[in-house]
Structures are given as C-alpha cells and as structure tokens.
C-alpha cells in the first residue's frame, strides 16, 4: 500500500522567507522522519511528497497514493488546515485525520467552543472580539483569558492572556488584535489543574489513549509559548490519578465526537472553580514529534509506543475507507 506524505517543513518556509514565529507550528526533519520510519517499519510503501503546493503539482500531473498521512497546517486563511484535506476529496483521494469541515470548525477556537457548548460539555463563557470596542458587551467578570482565536502552539498566549481588570483587557486585546490580525477570544479564566487527552479512532469507535496532567514548575500555570517552548524546564507531565481521569475523559470523548473529530488527536482540559472538567480546545491534527509532542509523550507515559500510536491512526482511517478497499494489506 502507497502512503504519500504531505507536510509543511519549518526549514522550506524559512527559506521562503517566513519569521520563526510564522512557522512555529510547522514540522522539523526530525518529526517527518519518525513518521515515515514508523510507516515503513508498518509495511507501508512511504511516499515523501511535502507542502499543498507539491501535492497539487503531482495531483494534476496525474500520480495517485492508496492513502495520504496529512500533517500539512498550511499558511493562509481560517481553512489553512482543511486545504489539503479539501484537495484530497476533490480527487477522492483517501487521507488520514479530520476532514475540511471540523478542521476549519475547530481552527476556530470560538466556534470550536459554539457546538461544544451545544453539546452540553462544559466550556468557559467566552465572547470573541473583533473590534476592540466590543471589549463593552463582554457580561462575565474578571478573571479572563485571552488568545488569539485560530492559533496553536501557545502562539499569542503568555502572562499578559491573564486579564484581572479593565486596564489589562484593554491592552491585551488591542496587542493581540494589532499583532495576529484575527479576532481575539475572551474567556473566563480557568483557575483549576489543566490536562491534556490523547485519543484515538473516529465516533463510537473513538477511545482515549491516554492522559498527562501539566504541571508548571515556575511562577506561571499557563501553558504558553514560552512554557512549550521549554517545557523540559518549565512544565512536567505527570500521569492522571483514576478520578481525574475518569472526568477528563468523559469531556473529551463527548467533545471529540460532537465535533466529528477522526483517527487521532488531543484534547485540552482545565478544572474551573466549581472543580468541573472544561473544554479549552481540541487538536485534530497534533504535534507528532516522537521526542516532543504532546500526544506521543502521554501515550508514552501510558506504556503505548510511538509506532503503536501511528498504526492506530492509519488503522482508523483505514476501517473508515473499508477495509475490503484495502486488501492486500500487510500490516506488522
Ligand atoms: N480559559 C482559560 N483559562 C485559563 N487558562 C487558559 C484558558 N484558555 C487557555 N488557557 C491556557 O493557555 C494554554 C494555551 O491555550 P490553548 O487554547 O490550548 O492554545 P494552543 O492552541 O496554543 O495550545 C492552555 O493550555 C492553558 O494553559
Ligand atoms: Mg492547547
């Protein structure tokens, strides 16, 4: 079986003249190369094939793959994660991970957050601002939490996201508005413990893999870009005590399935002042580094190994796509 692999590499958009922070989110050589080795070890024929553009290139150019591991971010708009995915589909091209709606949906902290609540999972009240003079029609109190409302990677989110007065909402959201050209989610300020929640699989299928609570080690209990930056100084992971993680996984496989997540993911959790497990946000295509990544470390933590993870991820879009399309696999 054919697997291409689409990515965005950090180094080729810094050599397009993209800033560090611009492509803070992409992947190194280092990420790629654990995904195709694991691949490979699967029996997997890996095709490397890179970026949208390099995709499109070889789509029109007439090639074609069994599957595509997609782990493209992509760089333009509210639908940079979906355009992959989107091109896929147009040439009915089967791939791994969430499809264009819910990568586009969950970008979106704020909407992301509009069908949770639907759904009846607790999440903080929030209200995104556009406009600064919106900041007036905010109608819960202080604390607050503000982040840009489609970034990852703690992009946008440091001390100053922490809002106790008027001031700091003002200056907060006037430097993230003029900073990420995007509007800026206002959230109540979760006081609680945070923890992250891997899963696996697609709707009844869907399963937790495992669980990590974050523990700062420093001044701050926030999990910024700074603190992900140096998370071997600055936070520890630890395992989830049995009704910690009772409750986290509850609200993460409820918000997982409302927002038609597949394959593979993560969750991110936090306790608010009435001890309740909140969704902060969901992660449909997580960090993959074997080393670093969020999801990999707590399936580490949990006893499942980095291979283990991605056989279960190619597995699930595999058994979406129906098995009978993939016969003659031979799958270690
Ligand atoms: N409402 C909130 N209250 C308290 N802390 C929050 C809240 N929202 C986010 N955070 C903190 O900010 C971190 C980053 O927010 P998150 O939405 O997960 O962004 P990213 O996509 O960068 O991971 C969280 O892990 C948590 O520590
Ligand atoms: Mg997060």
Redesign the pocket.
């Known amino acids: 079986m054919k697997i291409g692999l689409t990515y965005d590499l950090k180094e080729d958009y810094l050599e397009l003249g993209y800033s560090k922070e611009d492509v803070a989110e992409f992947d190194t050589e280092e990420t790629i190369s654990g995904i195709e080795n694991s691949l490979k070890e699967l029996n997997f024929q890996v095709d490397r094939i890179g970026r949208f553009h390099e995709l499109n290139k070889r789509i029109v150019s007439g090639e074609k793959w069994d599957m595509v591991f997609n782990i493209c971010e992509g760089i333009h708009g509210i639908s940079r994660e979906a355009q992959v995915p989107a091109l896929l589909e147009a040439y009915n091209i089967p791939y791994v991970f969430s499809d264009p709606l819910v990568l586009t949906l969950t970008l979106h ?1 704020g909407m992301a957050k509009r069908v949770v609540r639907d759904a009846g999972i607790p999440t ?1 009240e929030f209200y995104v601002v556009e406009e600064l003079e919106e900041i007036e029609s905010i109608k819960f109190g202080f604390p607050m ?1 503000a ?1 840009p409302v489609a ?5 946008g ?1 440091s001390e100053l ?1 922490k809002i106790e007065n008027r001031y700091q909402l003002t200056s907060t959201c006037r430097l993230l508005l003029e900073k990420y050209k995007q509007p800026v989610l206002v ?4 006081p609680g413990r ?1 923890f992250t929640v891997g899963i696996v699989g697609t709707g009844k299928n869907s399963k937790v893999v495992g669980m990590m609570e ?1 523990n700062f080690k420093g001044d701050t209990n ?3 870009f700074e603190s992900k930056d140096n998370y071997e100084e600055l936070v520890e992971y630890s395992s989830v005590e049995k009704k910690m993680y009772s409750q986290c996984a509850e609200v993460a496989l409820a918000a997982w399935k409302s927002l038609g997540c597949r394959d593979g993911g993560r969750i ?1 959790i ?1 306790f608010d002042e009435e001890n309740v497990a909140n969704f ?2 969901v ?1 449909p295509l997580a960090g993959l580094n074997h080393i670093h990544s969020d999801l990999p470390i707590l399936c580490r933590l949990n006893g499942i190994p980095y291979r283990e993870l991605i056989k279960m991820i190619v597995n699930s879009a595999i058994e979406r796509h129906g098995t009978k399309k993939f016969e003659n696999l031979d799958l270690v």
């Open positions: 902290k903080a939490f982040k970034e990852g990677t703690g992009k989110v996201s959230e109540k300020y979760l945070e974050v926030i999990y910024s991110d936090r902060i946000e992660n």
